[in-house]
């Protein structure tokens, strides 16, 4: 079946270092993406989402680049910090309403 | 505003047992989820549902696993009889269903190891 996945299981980097998380999705029904971030013992905490109108979108420190030609999505963390150390979930809607598929997810470590 | 609350953190049963998992979602929240989470994976949907009706529940094994959401607010999930590959963490998450909005907010979720 069609499905979401991430290139990177691991991700370390350095404190103040730029993160650039990926992944690919296979539906292209697909209009819907969300990124959440997952620290241990906690549910999901939502960071920021795209439709597939758009090709950027900006947040506080975080930013979301969709291509759909390739079918591939990317979250970049600016100034990495200790507190991003997480789980990086992207997931996508299949074109349906309100409901989201996850990939598999990224760890992101952050050294000091 | 108060998140999503779910009860209990945390449950150990030995396989054959029943266990059930309680969620309040986010007040005015119409729409309900509940996901499984294995160690290591990314949240599988089990059952969504639209203030106090199933819009889809074609991942949830209905042989073992039940949820019911009455009055449209509050919801169980049980499973019975448990079996070894149900530990996991079971992640309670509601939505405003707004135009424009699909984010949906998760609780803490239930850690449920079965022995």
């Known amino acids: 079946g069609e499905s979401v996945g991430l290139h990177l299981p691991t991700l370390s980097v350095q404190e103040g270092d730029n993160s650039i998380i990926n992944c690919a999705y296979s539906n292209s029904a697909s209009d819907y993406f969300i990124w959440y971030k997952q620290e241990s013992g906690k549910g999901p905490q939502f960071i920021i989402d795209i439709r597939s109108n758009m090709d950027k979108r900006q947040g506080q420190r975080v930013t979301v680049l969709l291509n759909k030609t390739v079918k591939h999505l990317s979250l970049q963390i600016a100034a990495t910090q200790p507190g991003d150390s997480a789980v990086y979930f992207c997931?996508?809607?299949?074109?349906?309403?309100?409901?989201?598929?996850f990939g598999k997810g990224t760890l992101l470590t952050v050294n000091p | 505003e108060a998140g999503v609350a779910q009860s209990p953190r945390y449950k150990i049963i030995e396989k054959r047992q029943s266990v059930a998992f309680w969620c309040n979602p986010i007040?005015?929240?119409?729409?309900l989820y509940w996901y499984q989470q294995i160690l290591g994976q990314g949240p599988k949907l089990l059952i969504q549902?639209?203030?106090?009706?199933?819009?889809?529940d074609s991942q949830l094994p209905k042989d073992r696993f039940s949820a019911e959401r009455l009055k449209g607010v509050d919801s169980t999930l049980k499973i019975q009889p448990a079996k070894l590959e149900d530990s996991a963490v079971y992640l309670c998450?509601?939505?405003?269903?707004?135009?424009?909005?699909?984010?949906?907010?998760f609780g803490a979720g239930t850690r449920l190891s079965v022995l």
């Open positions: 997931a996508e809607n299949g074109g349906s309403n309100y409901k989201l598929t």
């Open positions: 007040s005015g929240h119409a729409t």
């Open positions: 998450a509601s939505s405003p269903r707004t135009s424009g909005s699909d984010i949906q907010y």
């Open positions: 549902f639209q203030n106090n009706g199933v819009v889809d």
